[in-house]
């Protein structure tokens, strides 16, 4: 485990999976990614008290509120799979963890703001990142999609960004733009914007992998960074991570990071929803 390089992103193929790497992670460098094929994670019974437990009042709501049974699974999935994560990382169990979200439906640990939650799924996988080190992003896309270079240069691109892809040969075009777009992806979901911000007006330094404006100067130099990953055999999965944010005490025990008297409260909330 401690030859792996800090910040891998961790498959947890199930509730019953070990989570040691992935705290260890959290631990080492301050952020954590976990990945999953989301039906591993369902549970074996949709209406049990117990999942009721596991899900919280307000995301029990909703998932009972959804007719689309695949996005009712992958619901249930995801947010089983954020809880499983946040608990590892708190020390404590899933069914303590206060999961809210957000206006625009981000994700955020109630009473422990010093924790950053992202969510990502595509297809049958999903992927969770935590950071303490302040934002992240997560965006996942199946390797096999096609993106094409004449459809996307001015939207997703660069004018440095085109003409990089542009030179290279006709079958390395669409990995490179699948690249380029998960990246900003997770950057505009780690900066709470999505697609509302516009994809041309930054971009990737070609020798460092630094954020640039769009005619190359550097932007926020130091406190990002960026990195892609294959995972599953089947997708990519591309991470931001704001490298200088809180405090970066490794003790992420929920007893330090959690607001004073507020785990007895969940906990009693809890207890009430399941009597």
């Avoid at 094409?148 to 691109?157: F, I």
């Avoid at 997708?235 to 991570?241: D, I, M, Q, T």
Wanted: charged residues 25%.
């Amino acid at each position: 485990m401690t030859d792996e390089h800090p910040g891998t992103p961790v498959e947890v193929p199930g509730p019953d999976a070990p989570w040691d790497r992935a705290v260890f992670h959290m631990a080492r460098c301050g952020t954590t990614v976990a990945h999953a094929r989301w039906a591993d994670w369902l549970p074996p019974d949709f209406d049990a008290p117990r999942l009721r437990a596991h899900l919280g009042s307000h995301d029990w709501r909703r998932h009972g509120a959804m007719t689309n049974p695949a996005a009712r699974a992958r619901f249930v999935a995801t947010r089983l799979l954020i809880r499983y994560a946040a608990a590892a990382v708190l020390r404590v169990t899933p069914d303590e963890v206060d999961l809210a979200y957000r206006p625009g439906g981000r994700p955020y640990l109630r009473g422990c703001d010093q924790v950053e939650v992202a969510l990502t799924h595509s297809g049958d996988v999903a992927a969770v990142a935590l950071s303490r080190c302040g934002r992240i992003g997560v965006d996942v896309e199946p390797l096999a999609r096609q993106m094409s270079y004449e459809g996307l240069r001015r939207l997703l691109c660069t004018p440095a960004e085109r003409d990089t892809i542009g030179a290279l040969p006709e079958a390395d075009r669409s990995p490179a733009l699948l690249r380029l777009w998960t990246l900003k992806e997770a950057y505009t979901k780690a900066m709470g914007q999505g697609m509302r911000m516009g994809f041309t007006g930054f971009g990737f330094d070609q020798h460092s992998g630094d954020l640039v404006s769009q005619d190359g100067t550097p932007l926020s130099p130091g406190e990002w960074s960026f990195d892609a990953y294959e995972i599953q055999g089947s997708h990519l999965l591309s991470v931001a991570r704001h490298t200088v944010g809180w405090e970066t005490s490794p003790d992420t025990a929920a007893e330090s990071m959690l607001d004073s008297g507020f785990l007895d409260e969940v906990t009693r909330a809890l207890q009430a929803v399941i009597e």
